[in-house]
């Protein structure tokens, strides 16, 4: 179980992060101000709701993953090719290498709490075996629903380079990784890795994996930028001016990864509302959009379904072009969308 809360700060960790525009006051910061509306008081019921709650939360049933088709995914592409794992997991395919995102493919979301957060397919970590040689993985932030223990245990013979967000390195090295794999970004580093060129961009958000790291390290989105496509993915967080930046700086996209799910009005600046995830996608300037952050744990109180339905709703008033693929649907940048509501299937 100590092995989950990844690397320990030291003295020496914190001056390199002090180096950073955006540490002050003792850890990273938001660009805007950044609140949770829960007082420590109300937390226990929360949690009690959180674990126990009734409602169309969690799927009655597992939802199934499609097999993953490896042939398929490494023939010679010029184009992206992507594969959703639920929750915040991508396999992506982009000028002949392979990318991995946020790999939390592990069955319970919150490893250190007393409670299990079910995931809502079964057997994921078997599908780490059928998985290529990874060329790079791309880390947004260190919370455990995006970066888990048993998942990196099965993936670091696979791995060969790591980008992550500035901090998170730690937990990697004391896995094991070495340093000489790892390259850490602030907001707005750009690397260009195998003619694709990376750069880690700001979100609204925060980070820890423990009682006493919070935002001890950065978290973010990143855009991927080949020479014949360009994708954003937003990483986790709030609304905010930052979507327009990225649009200006680095849009417009052809792709975008865009977070929908897990959202409350009580912590709104954190998890952005569907209407909102469109909203940014606009902003960013996104040709086509997927939501993500849904169809994987129930970390909030809304029905499983809502994140699709009311991206989609949102996505046609505003007329946003949209796909939504199924748990291990191999998906291609240049075929027809997937508008198909798959999830109707399953109470």
């Not at 019921?45 to 009655?60: D, R, S």
């Not at 396999?91 to 299990?116: F, H, Y």
């Not at 940014?280 to 744990?297: E, K, L």
């Not at 909030?300 to 709703?313: C, D, L, Q």
């Amino acid at each position: 179980m100590f092995k989950q809360f990844g690397g320990k700060l030291t003295p020496e960790l914190i001056k390199r992060y002090e180096q950073s525009p955006n540490w002050y006051d003792g850890c990273f910061q938001n660009l805007e101000e950044t609140t949770m509306d829960i007082s420590a008081s109300e937390m226990p019921g929360m949690l009690y709701k959180m674990f126990f709650g009734k409602g169309n939360v969690t799927p009655e049933k597992n939802l199934p993953v499609e097999a993953f088709d490896k042939a398929t995914f490494l023939a010679p592409d010029d184009s992206l090719k992507y594969i959703w794992y639920g929750h915040g997991v991508y396999l992506v395919r982009l000028a002949g290498k392979t990318i991995l995102i946020d790999p939390m493919l592990g069955q319970d979301s919150a490893p250190i709490a007393p409670t299990k957060t079910r995931r809502f397919s079964k057997n994921t970590l078997d599908l780490i075996q059928d998985f290529p040689e990874i060329d790079l993985l791309l880390l947004t932030h260190d919370h455990y629903d995006h970066l888990d223990y048993a998942s990196m245990k099965k993936l670091f013979p696979k791995i060969k380079n790591y980008f992550v967000a500035l901090g998170s390195g730690r937990h990697l090295e004391s896995w094991g990784v070495s340093a000489s794999k790892i390259t850490e970004f602030d907001w707005w580093d750009t690397h260009t890795f195998e003619g694709i060129e990376l750069t880690f961009t700001p979100s609204r958000h925060f980070s820890g994996r423990g009682l006493r790291d919070r935002a001890k390290s950065l978290w973010g989105g990143w855009v991927l930028k080949s020479e014949a496509v360009s994708l954003y993915h937003t990483g986790d967080g709030g609304y905010g001016a930052h979507f327009k930046e990225v649009g200006a700086k680095l849009g417009p996209f052809d792709f975008g990864f865009v977070e929908c799910g897990q959202y409350n009005e009580r912590w709104h600046s954190i998890h952005m509302f569907p209407e909102e995830a469109v909203t940014a996608a606009q902003d960013a300037g996104i040709n086509r959009a997927t939501p993500y952050h849904w169809g994987g744990f129930k970390l909030a109180f809304h029905p499983w379904k809502e994140p699709a339905e009311r991206f989609i709703k949102a996505a046609s008033a505003q007329k946003l072009n949209y796909t939504l693929p199924r748990l291990g649907q191999l998906m291609h940048l240049d075929q027809a969308a997937q508008i198909e509501n798959w999830w109707e299937a399953f109470k």
